[in-house]
């Protein structure tokens, strides 16, 4: 039998991954990058064991990093026949990923400061044609 090593998130990796959920991002999402940030490359096997995961949030979790151009797919020859294994790396850094998000949360915030706004606007109207509470 083969052994090998894989890295598993420590502390301040699990931290991080907090601080990402906290921001809106998917718990499956968050471990991943976390886990990809931390290896030069990972088979899909040693991201389920690294960042404790199990396979279907690891696929699910993949289709958004490559929705976002962010993971690219290689592959290395197994010993002897097969299909070789494929392996995962980050093609962007952590403080591209980390800009992005900032980005993201930065329009959010500017769209919902329009739309209370907006609300302010609407509600100088509703208060001229509302009648006045009785005393």
Known sequence: MRQFSVK????????????????????NV???????ANVDEATSREIEI?????????????RTLRAHNW?????????????PMKVYRLTISMPEIIK??????????????ESIEKLRELSRTLSVESPSPSP
């Open 30 to 36: 968050a471990s991943m990058i976390t886990f990809l």
């Open 71 to 83: 993971v690219e797919e290689g592959e290395i020859k197994k010993d002897g026949k097969g299909r």
């Open 100 to 113: 992005h998000f900032e980005d993201e949360k930065r329009e959010e915030s500017a769209r919902t400061m």
């Open 50 to 62: 690294g960042s404790n995961l199990r396979q279907p949030e690891v696929s699910i979790a993949m």
């Open 8 to 27: 598993i998130l420590d502390d301040t990796d699990r931290e991080f991954v907090e601080v990402l959920r906290e921001l809106g991002i998917p718990r």
